[in-house]
């Protein structure tokens, strides 16, 4: 007889196994389906935790090869590659051990297998040897993430041509690394293997990077990366790609035609997007509904077109985010046992963990302006803060932006050292529904970055301090 669950959560990355966690702590008997051998998905094992050990990594190693001089400290650093692939290695280790002993300490049952949803109160699991067995349950959640989106004509082989899993795992820096989309994925890894030796380009479809992103936030990222040593192709598609003993080879075209070229490459990123990953799961069988794309179709509660069937992450509509899905699973979680919950899709950040970092929170100038809303703009520069003097990080610059009625805060962008950090005043100032005002009258600590959010927050009146 199969053992009845409460809730059956399918996928155990930072939706999935944040969602156990919180349903357990609500006294809910709770079972996590993964098909691989570690905790954590995507993000914790090839992605989000990875790749930010290897940008910390290539960062210090950029810092120390061209800037440690400028403070007084004359070093000549030697990689070694294999040290730090041991670095990220152990980070991910050690946080998907983590979640493992979490999964303990809750009593959350880990299944390890690949999942199908048979009715709303059943799921089949089958594991590498092909043995099935099934879970009853008054609940299913459908958190399986999302997949590399394919590019006709350029097949990935992971070693020559590869994904963000496979840039993950180079052996060696090559001497010439191509990219394909310039978003945030490509960004990062081309980051890290530019600041580790190899010719970086990168071929965006669009004619600017970071698409979705406030404008002139994302101008200012490109002189940057240009300054940095990437080289940008706008406006430009790849029509194939064929890898050999020799690399590479790339055919380009403008996007809105035009004669093509060919570049030579030593490897190939593509990184053009991620998709929904639904498939195998017995979704349409059951009559849950999604998008031609995939996308799994959920009410305000989470619940799909079948009720008892809930979905959260990457496989429902908004930004493909980690702390997107882990907040969903949070409120799903206190739903399922007869709580409320809520999310405000207005307040969820996004960062670029390039350097300078990049965050965003909220609206753009080009959104606010097709809705039609009159705001206000206030901005200051990373170069007349004490701090970021003091740390050589002048680059860069905050802008808040706010209702010109309310002074509500509605958007934030920032280009500059730790935006990632800086973000979250923001954050919390926009749930509590704070004015750029608030923000401008709290006292901020002297020296601190956090000084460049008051007075653009200050500016938004026109009266910030010190410029």
């Known amino acids: 007889m199969s053992e009845q669950y409460d809730v059956v959560i399918i996928g155990s990355g930072p939706g999935g196994y944040v969602c156990a966690i919180r349903c357990a702590q609500l006294g809910l008997k709770t079972a996590c389906v993964e098909k691989e051998d570690t905790l954590g998905g995507t993000c914790l094992n090839v992605g989000c935790i990875p790749s930010k050990a290897l940008l910390h990594a290539s960062e210090r190693f950029d810092e120390a090869d061209k800037h440690f001089a400028d403070l007084g400290i004359k070093v000549k650093p030697e990689l070694d590659l294999k040290a730090m692939m041991k670095h990220k290695s152990g980070v991910v280790d050690a946080n998907t051990q983590g979640i493992k002993f979490l999964f303990k300490k809750n009593k959350i049952d880990h299944i390890v297998g690949t999942g199908t949803v048979k009715s709303a109160d059943t799921v089949e699991i089958k594991d590498a040897k092909g043995k099935t067995q099934s879970l009853k349950t008054r609940s299913v ?7 590399v989106t394919p590019l006709p004509g350029v097949e990935i082989d992971e070693k020559q041509i590869v994904s963000s899993t496979g840039a993950l795992e180079l052996s060696k820096v090559p001497k010439k690394m191509a990219i394909i989309g310039g978003g945030v994925i490509g960004l990062e890894l081309g980051a890290v293997w ?5 010719e970086v380009t990168v071929i965006e479809y669009l004619d600017t990077i970071l698409p979705g992103m406030d404008k002139e936030i994302s101008k200012e990222a490109l002189k940057s990366f240009k300054k940095q040593g990437m080289t940008f192709k706008l406006g430009a598609k790849v029509t194939g790609a064929k890898a050999s003993k020799s690399g590479v080879k790339l055919e380009v075209e403008p996007a809105k035609g035009g004669d093509s070229e060919t570049i030579d490459t030593d490897i190939l990123l593509v990184s053009i997007g991620r998709r929904p990953y639904t498939k195998g799961l017995g979704l349409e069988d059951v009559g849950v509904k999604t998008s031609d794309r995939g996308v799994v179709e959920v009410n305000g509660n989470f619940e799909t077109s079948v009720p008892g069937i809930y979905a959260i992450g990457d496989v429902i509509p908004g930004p493909m985010l980690a702390h997107k899905a882990e907040d969903e699973g949070v409120v799903l979680a206190e739903i399922l046992a007869g709580e409320s919950g809520h999310i405000n899709y207005d307040a969820i950040p996004s960062v670029v963990y390039t350097f300078p970092e990049i965050a965003a929170i909220g609206k753009t100038e080009e959104v606010l ?5 009159a705001y206000k703009v206030g901005k200051f520069p990373y170069m007349a803060n004490g701090r970021a003097r003091a740390m050589n990080a002048n680059e860069g610059f905050v802008k808040i932006l706010a209702d ?4 509500r805060v509605l958007g934030c962008h920032i280009f ?8 979250a005043e923001i954050a919390l100032g926009m749930e509590f529904g704070a004015s750029a005002e608030d923000i401008a009258r709290t006292c901020h600590a002297h020296p601190t970055l956090n000084e460049v959010v008051k007075e653009a927050a200050l500016n938004v009146d026109g009266r910030a301090l010190h410029i």
């Open 141 to 147: 959640v459908i958190a399986t993430g999302s997949e």
């Open 194 to 198: 530019g600041r580790l030796g190899a």
């Open 369 to 373: 302006k097709a809705e039609g809303i």
């Open 404 to 407: 010109k009625k309310t002074d």
């Open 416 to 423: 500059g050292a730790e935006a990632g950090t800086l973000i």
